[in-house]
């Protein structure tokens, strides 16, 4: 287990050697590079290759639908990038439903990627209805209007910063307001969605909640998304509908959810995990599970979900047995599930597909980016504790 963890950091390094330097596409530096990572971690080859075919399979149905989508939203309505406020924004809606990687992937049209991920990641850790804010809150029974009165706050500050920051550039022109239906009627199933599963069930019970979780998948959002953009567009362009741009993307997505599921086989992210677990930490013990099982598996739910279910029984030894101390366990669980975004995440090469950017330069933005705003989240929750004392 320990191995596998270490060769982390060499698969990561041989990946963009293997694309910067060799030139190989990225999904064939993933594929190569995951077979070679799975040998010298002692994994068999049944095992390699049914772990990554499960992963490669799982990523294009969750996320891959949704690329395909937003890159033919992209090209027929021809889009330019926004402005720094509009992506914080479009930024903020992606991040209340879904997946991260599946709102990026919609909001491909909108360009300012580093901005939009990390506006994405900020509200879906942090702010009721998003699924990774909805899952801390149940497994460690934080009450709901704590959680908002907690995170939404903090949510509001990073969003605010992100624009200051971002509108140093001048903004670029963008689409008519109207021509966004395309990508925000999607974005709207899917909060919806997110709505309808929560476990007061807002929405309704059985047949209503089915219905909100069936129109919004996948497959129904990337037809209603191209249709939307047929119309919007305002002409008949088959040229656009036939291009395959996003195809490399779309292999890439699927093979970083091959990776991402050969490292969780390894079994190394729980393992890691558990040596956060001391009670003298306090908020950090949260934070620290869920950031290495993120790091580890690239899967922020599933970081949510393992780090608040080790937590949960440690919340009076690590002094957070109040409704309050509840909710603060929650949130640094999400700033956990932030950090950090890299090579084994499709939102990492979807984001660096939109901006061009090199799997180096990536690093440098979108994985530190993420790690920098996963620690300011920490550090406000630990003020905001010893302020409460």
């Known amino acids: 287990m320990i191995l596998a963890a270490l060769l982390l950091p060499v698969a990561i390094v041989a990946i963009v050697l293997a694309i910067q330097r060799l030139r190989l596409p990225a999904f064939l530096a993933l594929m190569i590079v995951v077979v070679g990572y799975g040998w010298a971690a002692n994994m068999t080859w049944q095992s390699i290759g049914k772990a990554f075919g499960l992963g490669f399979v799982s990523a294009l149905e969750q996320t891959g639908l949704l690329v395909v989508a937003g890159s033919l939203a992209g090209t027929l309505l021809l889009a330019r990038p926004l402005g720094a406020a509009g992506a914080v924004a479009m930024g903020a809606i992606g991040g209340l439903g879904g997946s991260a990687a599946g709102a990026l992937a919609l909001l491909q049209p909108a360009g300012r990627a580093v901005v939009l991920v990390l506006a994405i990641l900020t509200v879906q850790a942090l702010v009721v209805p998003s699924p990774l804010a909805v899952a801390a809150m149940s497994v460690l029974k934080a009450d709901l209007g704590t959680m908002l009165w907690i995170g939404g706050p903090i949510a509001a500050i990073v969003l605010m910063v992100l624009w200051v920051r971002s509108s140093r550039a001048d903004p670029s022109k963008t689409l008519s307001a109207w021509r966004w239906l395309a990508v925000l009627l999607p974005l709207a199933l899917l909060i919806a969605q997110s709505?309808?599963?929560?476990?007061?069930?807002?929405?309704?019970?059985g047949g209503a909640r089915e219905f909100y979780t069936g129109i919004s998948k996948p497959?129904?959002?990337?037809?209603?998304?191209?249709?939307?953009?047929?119309?919007?567009?305002?002409?008949?362009?088959?040229?656009?509908?036939?291009?395959?741009?996003?195809?490399?993307?779309?292999?890439?997505?699927?093979?970083?959810?091959?990776?991402?599921?050969?490292?969780?086989?390894?079994?190394?992210?729980?393992?890691?995990?558990?040596?956060?677990?001391?009670?003298?930490?306090?908020?950090?013990?949260p934070f620290l599970a869920a950031a290495i099982v993120k790091t580890m598996q690239g899967n922020s739910l599933s970081a949510v979900l393992t780090a608040s279910g080790m937590i949960q029984p440690m919340l009076p030894a690590l002094g957070l047995d109040t409704a309050t101390g509840h909710a603060l366990a929650a949130a640094a669980v999400g700033a956990g599930s932030i950090a950090v975004v890299h090579l084994n995440d499709p939102l990492f090469w979807i984001a660096a597909d939109m901006a061009k950017l090199t799997p180096a330069r990536a690093l440098g933005l979108v994985t530190v980016g993420s790690?920098?705003?996963s620690i300011a989240i920490l550090v406000m929750l630990m003020a905001l504790r010893l302020a409460m004392r």
């Open 195 to 205: 709505i309808a599963q929560m476990p007061t069930e807002p929405l309704g019970k």
């Open 219 to 285: 497959l129904i959002l990337a037809v209603l998304a191209i249709a939307l953009a047929v119309l919007l567009s305002r002409r008949w362009q088959p040229e656009a509908l036939a291009s395959t741009s996003w195809a490399p993307l779309l292999l890439t997505v699927g093979a970083a959810g091959g990776f991402a599921r050969v490292l969780d086989e390894t079994g190394m992210a729980e393992l890691l995990a558990e040596h956060a677990l001391d009670p003298r930490l306090g908020l950090l013990a």
């Open 371 to 373: 790690a920098a705003i």
